[in-house]
């Protein structure tokens, strides 16, 4: 999630000049951007916890805490977060004061990409898999939207980000078997559309692993995933131990952006990993903030505390860091 | 028309009266320098002001007609009410023709589409069009009579394979799924029953579960808002969704209990002589089962697919002519070579006409005056080899036609081309195996003495074939070789070896010779040529390199040859890996500079020279980086004048100006910065910086420790390949040693420690530069990879190292280094990403195909791309206009809406269309020129333009213009007066150069150049690149575009990349020679363009309508 807030800081603030020799010559930045970051919350049992509030988290990026802007649970509108810890809607805060979040409304509920892989890899589960994502889209929470993609060789867009489902189940039926697989270069321009759009969105990729096509490699797009704060969930349809290469990639993926891995090679496993999916995103924490000036160019780490734990037996999902973007 | 062409000169004259002297003048120099707008508004504001001035209201009129501009229609009808009001009658009849021939050829986009109308019988194919194609993988654009041709070509490349048991062929797992949907649509058309409309009344009717049944799903839970359908037959509901059947809707409409109805009617295909003559004569019983056995016969397929090349009248000839059995036997023969066939009143139309019959009758053994039979013998002669030297020969035209048709000649070379054994022939490879005959009938010169141009000279060639370093090329060719006396000879030669697959070395080395030739202002000296063929094997791929610059010296070219040479004797990997990687980039910078005109032409030959002198004499990195830092600065002085720095005057020059020039220049410039940025290039400033700095710390200046700081920072930046692979993934990885050992070097690098170490010991200070050579290489690389970066750019955006990650030594055991540039790795687990291998030699090749899966299409069959989209991208990427005058692309447009004008005027003058037809017959195939002129003959101007190409129509409008000096069109007299007013800026040579695509492979070139080519096949070992190279439709439609647009010359540089960008995105093709696909995608492209164009600047055009450049 990139929405800059250089006007705001302007170059002084946390803008960081890389080159400015003189005024005509091109001149990079590290930009000040709004970060998004959704967490889960999850006991020794592994039971979500929810009902927490701004000022049980702490966020640290590399050390430096950093302040909540906006707090959200699961689907609920966001709400504003004052100094004090004390929160307000979103609506009766100051705009100006909230770059990125002129839209508040953008920030209810999960924008879900689906990337769904249609390649002749997949031809012998194709239609299970359908039915799956069919009743996965059918089941999302009202305020979340969805888009539904598919991919071979290359990426098609079958149903554009919409509050209509039934618009994302009617392009899923329209997918069309294809040939190659490229996985990853189809990930690579999913996460490109999620990183334009405002607001909370995962990628969910349904694939059986194996690509035979793509110039990028997943380590790549992964860090296109870390940087734009886009947690990817991955359901391989074929079994952990068949192909051990693609299984640690589709692991690492998730770990590194927050989101989870499944192996399901039937349909009742898929469903049931779509289900776990859901439940993830309906019991998740969505903080913003704006940066504190950070001289860090590079990968920023980030911790996201429980305040309250003492015994530390509450365990937070997260993604481990970022990269601020550049810009010309 | 005889009157109007009789009174026009006189209007224009007169037109010219009233607004001649201070008004005119302006009105055209405001259209030379490009403010089209401002002409404009002159003009109306002349028409407005005086509505009487019928001169005026003339010039206005005819302005906007050159631009293409909808309210040409408009301003000439307000012309006609005001001559009539005059009382000058036939003035006005003769406008009302011109608008009439307007009207003729602009689309009305209210009209609805007339379909071909073919006359041909049809068969019934079960279900809508759209279904059956998407699971025939055909476009869902086919019309009834593409739709068997297009489906009996995937038949026959798709369809069967051989047998793992025996050597009959088996269906493929494509054409079983074809087999098993047609019957799950005829069990679909059973329940349609006679109204052919699937109808369900709701969730409770009978029939829910027979169609539920057939699509293979079933309803989960009952009936009400909880209805969900999911599979229960897996095969089936593959079908289902793979054909596009609406389940959802019908879902839907279970769930809320409402009717669902879906139209069923079959689709209706035409049929080539009617179904009977492909069941041999038996009539299946049921008409919707054709199809079914119509794709079971490969062979059927073939054949049917031979005749759909043919004009009617040949076909029908052809059908009469041999018996079923009997050419069905050839139908391999008849559909690789038989697009050229024509008969015509009986008799066959040969190639040099009937002068040349009897040389054809005699090879054939059958007289052309018997077509049929004459074809029938030729295809059976010897497995197609006559065949395809009559396909390759009747493919061109001119002077090489005739020099290759003297019958002694043409006898001589048939002996050569079909050899002792005959078998296998050219069509029984999946492509033709034609390939360089086809290339050799094509590109071969003849020079002013009427015999073929052999480069250097015979002895050359006889010494080549003799005593060739790697090896003879055919045993009888080298005996033969000592006695030959004459380029035909040579040619013979060459003709021999073009039926071989392998091992035809020396026709490649021809033709890439006679290219260099070709651009040449003097040939090269025999020495050279012999030097030059020698050294193919080994530094072919970068011979392009010689066709950069027609004053290139002889001793450049060999000076090049031995840089070459001694660079590719350096032992150590890692410094030869460098050293010709930094000599290949400044090479390559050196190429684009001179290309776009920043290098002049005089000093092409001495800059490139230079670097060949400087790497020559490098041992060590430190001599290396002398010599980069050198030539860069050669490279940048010969670029002119110019403010900044280094990095800056690089950036400058590949974005074709200076900082501040047009926004156009600094978007440019920006898109270079953004990319070298994504790659952590290390700036020039930054490496010279220190360098200087470095040699000045002896005499007591300070180090500059900011400058130090930023280097190491950047160099901190880059990834390591491959960093987070498990043990278990790198050792998948079977190549990549040497450039993950330069990428790991670099991060090692520790300039501070070496400062500190080396002190103020000058001699040390100095040897610190070796550290920065490979740093300066990948900076070098790394403005090739911005300048030819194809639009997007998602991989040099996403994998930070790709630019150091070009191989330029490639796997043990290869020899890529002079190669062309190949992508690797694609498909992970395969490698931590693509990367590039290889020279820069087809470097901007390489990077469109590594990039052409990025792009997403919006169509559904979208898979048949192959190399047809890295060249059109390499098309749009690697010319550059920043040279290119507003009158120039004025030029291209004027022609176009010229070639319009002439085809509305064939449609209802015979003589017209006789000379717009023999035009056209020099780059159409007969059945497409046979097509045209029925469909003009009908009075259809408009569906008439729809099967001419933008080149054809601007290769008709050159060529019959000067022909008609009668012609009163306002269109060719703009024409003429442009030409007349500057020659040299306004010539076909000068079009050619700046609207032509590069040929890297067919014309061994990256300069641009028309060479209006009949478009090629597929071919064999080229796949579609060459079919690819002879598309020369999309720049000249763009700059037709960009004319009626008003769009500056420099806008193209950034508008011609994205729009091709969204031309391939759009491409809705059935196969890989679909060219008419590509067509309907400009036009579609084309439209939008305008649309969004004129909605974004409501004040220029007034009416969004109108497609006048098509």
């Known amino acids: 999630m990139t929405i800059s807030r250089r006007e705001l800081f302007g170059i002084t603030a946390g803008g960081l000049l890389l080159r400015a020799q003189d005024q005509k010559r091109p001149i990079f930045r590290v930009k000040v951007d709004m970060v998004v970051l959704s967490y889960q919350v999850t006991d020794s049992k592994n039971h979500y916890i929810k009902g927490l509030k701004p000022g049980d988290f702490r966020i640290f990026e590399d050390g430096i805490q950093q302040k909540i802007s906006t707090f959200a649970e699961g689907s609920n509108t ?69 888009a539904v993609y598919t991919f071979s060789r290359n990426l098609s867009r079958a149903a554009s980000l919409t509050h209509e489902k039934s618009d994302a189940i009617a392009g899923l039926r329209k997918s069309v078997a294809g040939d190659d697989t490229a996985l990853y270069n189809a990930l690579l321009l999913t996460l490109r559309d999620a990183a334009k759009v405002p607001g909370r969105k995962v990628v969910i990729v349904f694939s059986n692993g194996p690509d035979n096509a793509s110039m990028v490699a997943p380590d790549d797009v992964r860090a296109v995933a870390e940087d734009e704060g886009i947690p990817i969930y991955v359901i391989s349809t074929s079994e952990v131990n068949k192909d051990p290469i693609s299984s640690n990639v589709f692991r690492r993926l998730a770990q590194r952006t927050g989101g989870k891995a499944y192996w399901a090679h039937n349909w009742q496993k898929q469903v049931e990993a779509l289900e776990d999916v859901r439940e993830e995103m309906s019991n998740a924490y969505t903080v913003t903030y704006y940066p504190a000036a950070n001289p860090n160019e590079g990968f920023r780490k980030l911790l996201v505390e429980v305040v309250n734990d003492p015994g530390k037996k509450l365990r937070v999902k997260y993604r481990p860091g970022y990269r601020p973007s550049r810009t010309l | 028309m005889k009157l109007f062409t009789a009174l026009a000169p006189v209007w224009l004259v007169f037109a010219a009266s009233v607004l001649q002297g201070q008004d005119l003048e302006q009105v055209r120099k405001l259209e030379a320098s490009g403010d089209v707008a401002e002409a404009r508004a002159l003009l109306a504001h002349a028409a407005e002001s005086d509505s009487h001035s019928v001169p005026a209201l003339t010039a206005y009129a005819e302005f906007l007609q050159r631009y293409g501009d909808p309210a040409a229609k408009e301003a000439y009808t307000r012309l006609i009410a005001r001559l009539r009001q005059s009382g000058d009658s036939a003035r006005a009849d003769a406008i009302t023709r011109r608008l009439a021939l307007l009207d003729l050829v602009t689309p009305d986009p209210h009209q609805p589409e007339i379909l071909a109308k073919d006359g041909l019988p049809t068969v019934p194919i079960p279900g809508p069009l759209r279904s059956f194609a998407r699971m025939v993988a055909i476009s869902g654009d086919a019309r009834p009579n593409e739709i068997l041709q297009s489906l009996a070509r995937n038949v026959v490349t798709n369809g069967y394979q051989a047998s793992r048991s025996n050597e009959a062929l088996e269906p493929t797992e494509y054409l079983k799924l074809v087999h098993r949907y047609l ?9 349609a029953g006679d109204s052919q409309v699937i109808k369900i009344d709701n969730c409770d009717s009978p029939s829910v579960g027979e169609l539920l049944r057939i699509l ?12 969900v359908l999911e599979t229960v037959n897996a095969a089936r509901a593959f079908l289902t969704t793979d054909s596009g059947f609406p389940i959802n809707v019908l879902e839907e409409a279970l769930r809320t209990n409402r009717p669902f109805t879906y139209d069923y009617h079959p689709t209706y295909a035409s049929v080539l002589f009617g179904p009977e003559y492909w069941t041999g004569g038996v009539k299946e019983k049921d008409p919707g089962d054709f199809v079914d056995t119509f794709i079971s016969d490969p062979s059927l397929c073939r054949l049917y697919l031979g005749y759909s090349k043919l004009d009617p009248e040949t076909a029908e000839e052809l059908r009469k002519g041999i ?5 069905k036997a050839y139908a391999h023969v008849l559909d690789f070579f038989g697009g050229m066939f024509e008969i015509r009143g009986g008799k066959a139309v040969v ?20 077509g049929a039979d004459f074809f029938d013998k030729l295809m059976a002669k010897d497995d197609g080899w006559l065949a395809s030297l009559y396909d390759s020969i009747a493919r061109i035209n001119g002077p090489v036609q005739d020099y290759l048709l003297q019958p002694e000649r043409l006898k001589r070379f048939y002996s050569a081309v079909r050899g002792r054994l005959t078998s296998p022939g050219p069509a029984r490879p999946v492509f033709r195996s034609n390939t360089d005959m086809m290339l050799l009938t094509t590109r071969l010169r003849l020079d002013a003495d009427g015999k073929p141009h052999v480069p250097g000279n015979l002895d050359v060639w006889k010494a080549l074939f003799t005593s060739h370093p790697q090896g003879r090329y055919d045993g009888k060719l080298t005996r033969l070789a000592a006695t030959w006396k004459d380029p035909d000879d040579v040619i013979e030669a060459l003709f021999a070896l073009s039926r071989k697959t392998v091992e035809n070395e020396p026709l490649k080395i021809f033709m890439a010779v006679s290219d260099i030739d070709h651009n040449r202002l003097h040939p090269l000296e025999p020495a050279t040529v012999d030097r030059l063929a020698r050294d193919y094997h080994e530094y072919g791929a970068q011979y392009p390199v010689f066709s950069e610059a027609r004053s290139l010296t002889d001793k450049t070219v060999v000076q090049f040859l031995e840089t070459m040479e001694s660079l590719t004797k350096i032992k150590e990997p890692a410094f030869r890996s460098d050293t010709i990687g930094s000599f290949q980039a400044l090479v390559s910078l050196w190429q684009i500079l001179v290309r776009q005109g920043s290098i002049p032409a005089g000093q092409a030959d001495a800059t490139l020279s230079a670097l060949a002198e400087s790497f020559s004499a490098v041992h060590t990195d430190r001599e290396l980086f002398d010599a980069g830092r050198q030539d860069l600065k050669t490279l940048i002085a010969a670029g002119g004048e110019g403010k900044g720095t280094a990095q800056e005057r690089m950036v400058a020059l590949l974005s074709g100006g200076e900082a501040g020039d047009s926004d156009a220049h600094q978007e440019m410039a920006q898109q270079v910065q953004r990319i070298l940025e994504a790659q952590h290039m290390i700036s020039l400033d930054t490496l010279f910086g220190i360098v200087d700095n470095l040699e000045a710390l002896p005499k007591g200046e300070k180090l500059n420790t900011a400058l ?11 990834p390591v390949a491959r960093n987070s692979l498990t043990g278990a993934e790198q050792n998948a990885m079977g190549y990549g040693y040497w450039t993950d050992r330069h990428i790991s070097t670099e991060r090692k690098l520790n300039f501070r420690s ?23 290489r990948d900076t070098l690389l790394g403005f090739n990879y911005a300048y030819y970066a194809p639009p997007g750019a998602q991989i040099l955006y996403t994998n930070p190292v790709f630019v150091r990650g070009h191989d330029f030594i490639g796997s043990q055991g290869s020899y890529n280094t002079w190669r062309s540039t190949e992508v690797y790795g694609t498909g992970w687990p395969s490698n931590a990403g693509g990367r590039l291998v290889g020279s820069l030699s087809t470097l901007p090749y390489a990077l469109a195909e590594a990039e052409q899966n990025f792009l997403i299409p919006t169509q559904t069959q979208a898979l048949i791309w192959g190399d047809l989209v890295p060249q059109m991208i390499l098309s749009a990427t690697t010319p550059r206009w920043w040279n290119v005058t507003p009158s ?41 020129v046979d097509e045209v002129r029925r469909v003009l003959a009908q009075g259809a101007a408009r569906e008439a333009l729809d099967l001419v190409t933008p080149s054809e129509l601007f290769e008709v409008a050159s060529d019959v213009g000067p022909k008609r000096t009668e012609d009163s069109s306002c269109l060719l007299a703009e024409i003429h007066r442009l030409q007349q007013a500057d020659p040299q800026e306004i010539s076909y040579t000068a079009i050619s150069r700046a609207f032509g695509t590069p040929k890297p492979t067919l014309a061994n070139s990256y300069e641009p150049e028309l060479l209006h080519l009949r478009t090629f096949p597929t071919l064999m070992g080229y796949s579609s690149r060459i079919m690819a190279e002879s598309w020369e439709s999309n720049t000249i439609f763009w700059a037709g575009l960009a004319d009626e647009l008003n769009l500056p010359p420099g806008e193209l540089n950034l508008r011609i990349p994205q729009w091709t960008r969204k031309l391939v995105e759009e491409i809705f093709a059935s196969h890989l020679e679909d060219w008419p696909a590509v067509l309907r995608s400009l036009r579609h492209v084309g439209d939008e363009v305008r649309a969004q164009t004129r909605a974004a600047n409501p004040d220029i055009k007034a009416e969004p309508q109108g497609i006048p450049n098509r």
């Open chain 2, 183 to 191: 019957s799950q649509a005829q069990e679909l058309q059973k329940l």
């Open chain 2, 323 to 327: 018996p079923f059995t009997r050419i």
């Open chain 2, 351 to 370: 190639p040099g006409g009937p002068r040349n019959a009897a040389a054809w009758g005699d090879l054939a053994g059958a007289s052309a005056d018997h």
């Open chain 2, 888 to 928: 120039q692309i004025h030029w291209v447009g004027l022609h176009l809406r010229y070639g319009r004008e002439l085809i509305a005027e064939a449609a209802s003058d015979a003589n017209v269309r006789a000379q717009v037809m023999t035009s056209l017959g020099t780059a159409a195939s007969p059945a497409r």
């Open chain 2, 754 to 776: 070496a400062i500190e170490k080396a002190g103020t010991d000058a001699e040390r200070l100095k040897e610190i530069r070796s550290m920065m050579a490979p740093l300066l």
């Open chain 2, 708 to 718: 130090v700081n930023k280097l190491a920072a950047t160099l901190n930046e880059i």
């Open chain 2, 216 to 227: 293979g799903f079933r309803i989960r839970g009952g009936c009400g808002s909880e209805v």
């Open chain 1, 78 to 146: 966001p709400v504003a977060v004052s100094a004090d810890g004390s929160t307000r809607p979103l609506l009766d805060a100051k705009q100006e004061t909230l770059p990125g979040m002129e839209k508040p409304d953008a920030f209810v509920g999960t924008n879900v990409f689906v990337l769904f892989d249609t390649s002749n890899f997949m031809y012998k589960g194709f239609v299970y898999a359908e039915d799956a994502i069919t009743d996965f889209v059918r089941g999302l929470d009202g305020a979340d939207s969805v």
